[in-house]
């Protein structure tokens, strides 16, 4: 009995290794796995930034509607997000998506935009 268990265990670990070296080659030849995962981060990022984009241009239609801004605060605080919208597209127009970084310097001027439409609504200047 204990030489079957012996047998039987050497079996299937000569079926486990036989398997995993079945796949190497598979593996060898796919590609690099980073690559496939910047690339999903990169459509995770450009969804995020649209969808803070979208959220700015509509605080700042809301602060406007509710007179939270002053006219003069909503066009040029507008204007602002129309700059960034146009380098995001800049960066768009490489072809290859936006990198980490352009990533990165568009959400920090989001950022920084974002204060600046909760500073200008808070201000009680609503003129």
């Keep these: 009995m204990t030489r079957t268990k012996t047998t039987l265990t050497a079996l299937i ?3 486990a290794m036989t398997a995993g070296l079945a796949t190497v080659p598979t593996l060898a030849s796919a590609r690099p796995q980073n690559t496939h ?3 999903r981060v990169e459509v995770r990022a450009d ?3 649209d969808a ?3 959220n700015l241009r509509d605080r ?5 509607r509710t007179h939270q801004l002053s006219n003069r605060e909503s066009v ?3 204007g602002k997000l129309n700059g960034i919208v146009s380098l995001k597209r800049q960066f768009e127009r490489s072809g290859r998506g936006l990198d980490r970084q352009e990533v990165a ?7 920084t935009l974002s204060g600046q439409i909760r500073v ?3 201000d009680r200047n609503r003129r």
């Design 13 to 15: 670990a000569a079926a």
């Design 37 to 39: 995962m910047d690339a």
């Design 47 to 49: 969804n995020r930034i």
């Design 52 to 54: 803070r984009i979208d």
């Design 60 to 64: 700042i239609r809301v602060g406007d």
């Design 76 to 78: 040029r605080l507008s």
């Design 105 to 111: 310097l568009l959400s920090g001027k989001l950022d």
């Design 120 to 122: 200008q609504a808070h």
